[in-house]
Nanobody, 115 residues
């Protein structure tokens, strides 16, 4: 089993920045992919950004150029640096890790962007 714990959410004004951090523990060997999803009220959960163990990244079109995902394989952690935040970025952000067809999820952290 893998346990994921997020931190770093909060309230920020439009144009501001936040950094989310996710730490993995438990059976953390070869977590091939880690990243972040988000879910806004009344909407489906959507992929925000992911990064493979080799460093390849993938971003949702809506966050390209504003968000940066990074990971520390030695620490089994993944970060999401969010710049130029917009009200539409308001959501619960969930850390995830993928291995052998199984997704593991954190409990989520709230990000609220005020206009």
């Amino acid at each position: 089993q893998v346990q994921l714990v997020e931190s770093g959410g909060g309230l920020v004004q439009t144009g501001g920045s936040l950094r989310l951090t996710c730490a993995a523990s438990g059976s953390t060997y070869t977590l091939l992919k880690m990243g972040w999803y988000r879910q806004a009220p009344g909407k489906q959960r959507e992929l925000v950004a992911s990064i493979t163990v080799g460093g390849s990244t993938n971003y949702a079109d809506s966050v390209k150029g504003r968000f940066t995902v990074s990971r520390d394989n030695a620490k089994n952690s993944v970060d999401l640096l969010m710049n130029s935040l917009k009200p539409e970025d308001t959501a619960v952000y969930y850390c995830y890790a993928w291995r052998n067809g199984v997704n593991y999820w954190g409990l989520g952290t709230q990000v609220t962007v005020s206009s």
